[in-house]
């Protein structure tokens, strides 16, 4: 077994207030194929073969934010500077890094979205938790 998840489906507040912060990171993370469904808005990884894994992000006007977090992997710490730089100018609230958190080897930036869901972008290097 290669794939460890399929897909995820994010629910926010606003459409309107999400889609641009969602359209500028997505994408350098690696969701590159845009697919348009009505309602949703939804970004795939180009796969060589089989299915692609996914994000799709919706609307629920009374949509509140918990404590679950998504984390996206980084091939290195130069890789989650650049992408914590993209998340910053997109509008990312709450930033937290980037930085080492959990002791040496995990390299990662913490923040939250319009919407208030909490996302992470991190590079563990060999042997981090």
Known sequence: ????????????????EAGPFYE???????????VTIEGWLQFESIQPAGPADFFG???MPLHRANGCRIAFWAES?????RLAEIARHAGAQHIE???????????????????GNRLEICHRSKGAI
């Open 97 to 115: 890094g980037p930085g080492y958190d959990e002791g040496p080897g995990y390299y990662a930036v913490f923040f939250e979205d319009p919407s």
């Open 57 to 59: 992000i919706t609307e």
């Open 24 to 34: 500028a990171l997505l994408p350098p993370l690696g969701f590159t194929r845009r």
């Open 77 to 81: 710490t130069a890789d989650v500077d």
């Open 1 to 16: 077994m290669t794939r460890r998840y399929d897909h995820i489906d994010l629910r926010v507040h606003s459409l309107a």
